[in-house]
């Protein structure tokens, strides 16, 4: 089964991109032929997507395959999707694209993907989503969208397992971007009793290996889907306290699998952190029933079957 990927990038700590390479992996070693369209873009915040989607459709117009699924992954890579030649079209969303649109940008380019967006998901003969939050949030769009989770895959951990634990450090692995809220964990970072580490633009390994050595993951987004950092804090074992947005609670159920705080409450969050800092019984708490939790539900033994017949179907 001959297969294409499009998406901004393929590589990070943390996104969609690097989803859509780990699903191209794992569906190679059962042997679909999975190719991975690369594209260029404009390095400049608002036009990165823009430059994307427009020279990805040139270069899918002189693209003469055809295939048996295209799958785009995130809304600008639709607009490349469409005119690849396909017998099947799948279009994936991690968050509600034009929520995440809705803060980060202008007015106008607000309005114009708000009115586009409906039509743009309708290029897609299915569309998937990781998150039960943005299911039903496109269902209210009259969008039905297939929940598949994105997997955690254990042994690509196999080589974390060298640092050793820093009892005065804590850490935020994501986009240097507002939607982030990593300016909130910038702002309270006086009044915590321990350094902060951040891991904006780092390999996945290095990211990781921080994550291992750390009393706690931060998590203090304004707007999130699933995020991918999550799942793989649990499973090295380091708790995580996070911002009750999105479909992060999904994974945290508060004070069990982790931490759950308001968004925009700097004054929570900054007790949240201090509070579990010294608290070792509950840190063991949460680290041991996260790690349950995430091997029970999103390993790759569990989930694959959902990926091969998405294709297959």
């Known amino acids: 089964m001959n297969i294409l990927f499009i998406s901004p ?29 690369h594209v260029p873009h404009i390095p400049i915040k608002n036009l990165k997507n823009l430059s994307f989607s427009f020279l990805g459709t ?78 039903s949030e496109y269902a209210k769009l009259g969008k039905s969208f297939e929940y598949i989770p994105a997997p955690l895959d254990s042994q690509k951990f196999q080589d974390i397992y060298t640092s050793t634990e820093k009892k005065n450090q804590i850490v935020f692995v994501g986009r240097d971007s507002f939607e982030k809220g990593i300016d909130i964990l910038r702002n309270i970072e006086s009044k915590i009793n321990a350094s902060v580490k951040y891991c904006t633009n780092l390999d996945w390994k290095d990211a990781m290996k921080i994550v291992q050595e750390s009393q706690i993951l931060v998590v203090p ?18 708790p995580v ?33 201090n509070k579990l800092l010294s608290d070792n019984n509950t840190k063991q708490k949460l680290s041991k029933n996260a790690f349950k939790f995430i091997n029970k539900n999103f390993s790759w033994d569990v989930l694959i079957e959902k990926y091969i017949k998405l294709y297959e179907s």
Do not use: C
Not at 107 to 131: C, G, M, R, Y
């Open 9 to 37: 990038t393929y590589s990070g700590a943390g996104g969609i991109g690097p989803h859509a390479f780990r699903v191209a992996e794992k569906l190679r070693q059962h042997g679909f032929n999975v190719e991975l369209m």
């Open 221 to 238: 987004s304004r707007i999130e889907s699933i995020p991918q950092v999550i799942k793989e804090a649990f499973f090295l074992q380091v």
């Open 241 to 273: 306290i996070a911002t009750n947005v999105g479909g992060i609670p999904e994974l945290i159920s508060n004070n069990i699998t982790g931490l759950l705080v308001p968004p925009e409450n700097p004054e929570a969050m900054t007790d949240a952190i």
């Open 58 to 135: 040139i270069k899918a117009i002189s693209n003469s395959k055809t295939y048996d699924a295209v799958h785009a992954w995130n809304v600008p890579s639709a607009f490349i999707m469409k005119k690849i030649k396909a017998k099947k079209k799948i279009l994936s969303v991690h968050g509600v694209y034009s929520k995440q649109v809705d803060m980060l940008h202008s007015k106008i380019t607000s309005s114009i993907i708000n009115s586009k967006e409906s039509q743009v998901l309708d290029w897609a003969d299915k569309l998937t989503t990781d998150s039960k939050f943005v299911q």
